[in-house]
């Protein structure tokens, strides 16, 4: 993306995610995303890169899913700020979860990087990981569509 294209989206983020809370965690799980892309460049044994690739692959397509979350959370809760709405408090904290364990999953893979020699069980511990990842963003999903808080 070019100079001006960033900006474009830079000002479409603004109005869809706000400046506070909600694009903070949108940012953050973006962060972690670029992070284990970037612990990628370093595999050299071609199975364990198959199988970290594969799981990039699967959390790069949650990103979607936390940009609709945080930007319908905007919408009832517009931040500016970093005070936690109580109503979607439940939402922030899967995604605050799901962000720290996105980045937990990138140190996973950059342990396996560094291993000498063969992996025996592969991308396991990364795949675990990766799980809780999943499973947070549901929840961050199942939190928003709750009847109390629409």
Known sequence: MGFFGAVRQGRKDDLELG???WRRAHDRFHRGL????????GV????LYKELVEIANELAELSPRVRTIC?????RAPSDGLDVPGSLAGVHRALSKAGNSL?????????LRLAVGP???????????AESVFEQVADAERQLQAPEIQ
């Open 71 to 75: 930007v319908e959370a905007q919408k």
């Open 19 to 21: 400046k506070g809370l």
């Open 119 to 129: 992996v025996p069980v592969g991308a396991l511990s990364v795949r675990r990981r």
């Open 44 to 47: 050299d044994d071609d199975q």
């Open 34 to 41: 670029d992070r284990y892309h970037q612990v990628l460049e």
């Open 103 to 111: 980045a937990t999953t990138a140190e996973a893979a950059a342990m």
